[in-house]
């Protein structure tokens, strides 16, 4: 069965500036792949088709990668890529009145199937932030989000415990939310402090964790197991991990994260998935519908 990626970010083509290499490499940094340098990964992992999440927030960001860059690509490369649009809440004035839902439906018409991977640094109860679910919930967008601290770059802020999460899933019941992030997947456990919570914590989870109680708890809830963050949280105590995989098979989706044309640890998630099922400490049923199936049921 091929997998599909819920969760990558590409440019069409890599400009000059990029490719000097007098420049700095925290500057350049290597961002973002292409298409062609993203297929061999493809090819490896199994993967049949991936989900192009643009980047439009300026947070932790010298290079973006806008709407129609990635509608383009997507126009060049159809069976290998999907998309989402995405959307900042700042846009158009500021405005915690701005008419979102104008620019989520004209991307909708182009083919987006839903809006992320949305980083604004505000925080999850900011009057503009809370605009943008609104009009997203009236539009039936599933929004990826990549959750932060008050003290990171850039991505959605909540305090320990997930507070301001839970408020929102509560307020807006029919808006699907996809969560990322190692501030999101220290969550897992029960033991998240301020000084941990943005860390790749290890060892033992320990009884809890607020992800697993929001999971339980609302229903619009999904994540993402892409990136180091979403490894480690599965990987971290592999029992829980495959309980915790069974459990909200229908809710969790495959995800590379890949961003630069260099090699990560994008195997060793697919190695975990494959030695559970192997093993049978995975069921078929979470298998598939962590590699495939959710992401085909959310994308129609």
Known sequence: MKRIDMHIHSVMYIDDWEKQNDIPRVYRNE??????????????????????????????QHRLINNEETYRIVRAYP????WYCNIDPRWHYNSE?????????HYKKLGAKGIGEVTSNLMFDDCR?????????????????HLATEKEAYGIIDKPGLPLLEKTLNDFPDLKFIGHSASFWSHISGDVTEETMHLYNKGPVVPGGSIPRLLRKYGNLMCDISANSGYTAITRDPDFGYAFLEEFQDRIFYGTDICAPREYGFFDTVNFLDEGYNNKRLSKSAYEKINRLNAEDILK
């Open 31 to 60: 961002t973002f792949a292409t298409p062609d340098e993203i297929k061999p990964y493809y090819d490896k992992l199994g993967i049949e088709k991936g989900v192009l999440l643009p980047v439009v927030s300026m947070e932790g």
């Open 97 to 105: 009145d701005t008419d979102l839902g104008f620019f989520i439906e």
């Open 79 to 82: 069976a290998m890529f999907d």
């Open 129 to 145: 932030m809370r605009n943008l679910f609104y009009h997203a919930e009236k539009l039936s967008m599933p929004i990826l989000f």
